[in-house]
């Protein structure tokens, strides 16, 4: 019982990032409990995924307009509409370079899965840690304009509290960097 105590304790606090596992590590956990601890930390605890919404991808160049609740952020959107826009990111390369660019920085990021790249669009999925609400995340490379186009929406509630904008803002300081 005691084990199975320390395994959730390193596990969750490998789930919050704190510095608990060192303090648990010696009260002989072996090293499959604490693969098992890891791993139970990268996922969420519980699962509010939603369904895929339809209207993903690129059609004539767009991506799919914000609905009207404020749980999502697109650089396709009126600069005027302060709540949904948020500015594309840039790239001087190529769109295929600049996708497989940006696959490696969303890769790095916690409880993210691509689900689609083609060589102008990337698709991924991110999950928050709590509740396991899914978010949706697309980007589309403009080759004419060396702009990256993006759009991340919540696929369920209203509010985000910004996270879709501050994922975003995160993605362009570590593309950028």
């Known amino acids: 019982m005691l084990k199975i105590l320390m395994t959730w304790l390193v596990a969750v606090a490998l789930f919050i990032g704190t510095a608990a596992p060192a303090v648990a590590y010696p ?10 601890a890891q791993t139970m930390a990268k996922k969420s605890l519980f699962s509010f995924s939603g369904t895929r919404p339809a209207t993903l991808g690129v059609k004539d160049g767009k991506l799919a307009a914000c609905p009207g609740s404020p749980n999502c952020v697109c650089s396709q959107s009126l600069e005027a509409d ?4 948020v500015a594309p990111l840039t790239f001087t390369d190529s769109a295929p370079e600049a996708i497989a660019r940006l696959k490696s920085v969303i890769t790095n990021l916690p409880r993210t899965e691509v689900i689609q790249q083609t060589e102008n669009y990337l698709y991924a999925e991110f999950t928050t840690p709590l509740m396991g609400f899914v978010d949706d995340v697309e980007f589309f490379a403009d080759a004419e304009t060396g702009t990256l186009h993006v759009r991340s929406a919540s696929r369920l509630g209203q509010s985000d509290l910004g996270l879709n904008r501050k994922r975003i803002e995160e993605i362009r300081a570590a593309y950028n960097a």
């Open 27 to 36: 009260l002989s956990l072996s090293p499959s409990d604490v693969l098992i």
């Open 82 to 85: 302060a709540e949904h826009y």
